[in-house]
């Protein structure tokens, strides 16, 4: 039985420690029963509520008038003379015209074209892993083909996706007093060089026809971008499209090893395919949570979050909501409505890149049961320190066949 041993006006559920042990999850079971808005009044990022019930979410995602984006999606604040408007941090027709501008490789047409791309991938990594050896699954699969798809999508050499990776991982930290950067302007910098080849090659792709890749895709935008809505923009399609990605395989492993039930029944039914990827994705939820900003008075739950408040919505609390999804807590490849989850979000920001993410898992799936592996976790395993990503730096693994 969880208890807290702390006043709850004093509890800052965003410490990073709790996310490293996983003791965050019962820490959420609880504020779900009793107080599921939540307000902390001092945090390394100011004060903010925690919304942990998966119906709260929904109906705050859904709104997006009074609870914007505009000011940020992650607990640190945008200064307000920061011009970088990325997709996931605009409104309205701003939000729409970068959603529409990139939609065209997310059709079926565009993730089909993808897939093949991805299937030989898959292909040239499982055939260059050793058998009954131990190795890190995370570089060596999980990042390989990630990273790959990366250079594809954004229409970059091959031989540049370790560049791509490496701007990817800066990019997902979100700066502040306790974390590895300390504020936007140092990551700007850090990332100066992501910033010059994104243009460099944007100039490139304006001066070419049209092609189904993100940059081009920018690039032959109608209006023509600002240069700095353009790079974050990048920034948002370099760490959605890699991270989060990367996380889903590294964890599908680790799940099939502790449910090997599942795992037999994953490996005898394709027909359980689709609802299996969509479990592995709720029950990981690689990213943890998204923030909004109220722009007026709203009452949720017999409390009054008032305008200029930071909203975080938990998606790892409210995948695991009871009262949404029965038997939470369990792996359950064959689940109901499996697609009825938070990890993609909800509303106008839903993850637009949620059908790419799926096709990758299932391909590499579909090349690892062909070839009837099994992949067991030796234990030596490094989870990623975060309150945002959810994930693996590290997965140690042998595989059996
Ligand atoms: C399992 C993998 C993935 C997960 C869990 C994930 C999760 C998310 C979440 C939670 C959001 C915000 C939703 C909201 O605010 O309601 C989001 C937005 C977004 N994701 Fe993904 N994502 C994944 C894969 C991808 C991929 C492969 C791409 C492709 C590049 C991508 C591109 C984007 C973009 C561009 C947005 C912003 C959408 C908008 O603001 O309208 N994501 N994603």
């Avoid at 990139?102 to 991938?121: F, S």
């Avoid at 700007?188 to 189904?212: G, H, K, Q």
């Avoid at 030596?380 to 140690?396: A, C, D, P």
Wanted: hydrophobic letters at 40%; a negative charge.
């Amino acid at each position: 039985m969880f208890e807290l041993n702390e006043p709850l006006a004093k509890l800052d559920v965003s410490d990073v420690s709790r996310f490293a042990d996983q003791s965050i999850l019962s820490l959420f079971a609880f504020l779900r029963s009793h107080e599921p808005v939540h307000f902390c009044e001092s945090s390394p990022h100011g004060a903010y509520w925690s919304i942990s019930r998966f119906s709260d979410i929904v109906s705050i995602e859904a709104d997006p008038k009074r609870f914007s984006s505009r000011s940020g999606f992650t607990l640190a604040d945008i200064d307000s003379d920061f011009k970088h408007r990325s997709i996931l941090s605009s409104d309205g027709q701003d939000h729409l015209r970068q959603r529409r501008a990139i939609a065209p490789l997310m059709t079926v047409d565009g993730i089909n074209a993808l897939e093949v791309t991805v299937k030989k991938a898959a292909v040239e990594i499982l055939d260059s892993v050793p058998l009954d050896k131990p190795f890190d699954w995370v570089e060596r699969v999980s990042i390989a083909l990630t990273g790959r798809m990366l250079a594809t999508m954004m229409g970059a050499p091959h031989s540049d996706f370790q560049k791509l990776i490496h701007w990817s991982h800066i990019a997902s930290i979100i700066p502040g007093p306790n974390a590895d950067l300390g504020s936007f302007e140092e990551k700007d910098r850090l990332l100066e060089d992501c910033y010059r080849y994104f243009l460099a090659r944007r100039d490139i792709s304006v001066a070419s026809p049209l092609s189904l890749n993100f940059v081009s895709l920018l690039a032959h935008m109608k209006r023509e971008m600002e240069v700095d809505e353009y790079l974050s923009t990048i920034i948002i399609l370099i760490v959605g499209g890699n991270e989060t990605t990367r996380n889903s395989i590294s964890a599908s492993v680790v799940f099939f090893d502790q449910f090997p039930e599942q795992r037999d029944l994953f490996y005898n039914h394709p027909e359980l395919m689709e609802s299996g990827i969509s479990e592995i994705i709720r029950y990981q939820t690689p990213l943890i949570y998204m923030r909004r900003t109220a722009t007026e008075d709203v009452e949720i739950g017999e409390k009054t979050i008032k305008k200029g408040d930071k909203v975080v919505m938990w998606y790892l609390s409210g995948n695991r909501d009871e009262d949404a999804i029965s038997q939470p807590d369990e792996f359950i490849i064959n689940r109901m409505r499996a697609g009825r989850h938070l990890s993609f979000g909800f509303g106008p920001h839903r993850c637009i890149g949620r059908r790419l993410a799926e096709m990758q898992i299932r391909v590499l799936w579909e090349e690892i049961i062909r070839r009837k592996w099994i992949i067991q976790p030796t234990g030596n395993t490094e989870r990623t320190v975060s309150n945002f990503i959810n994930g693996f730096n590290k997965l140690e693994v042998i595989i059996r066949n």
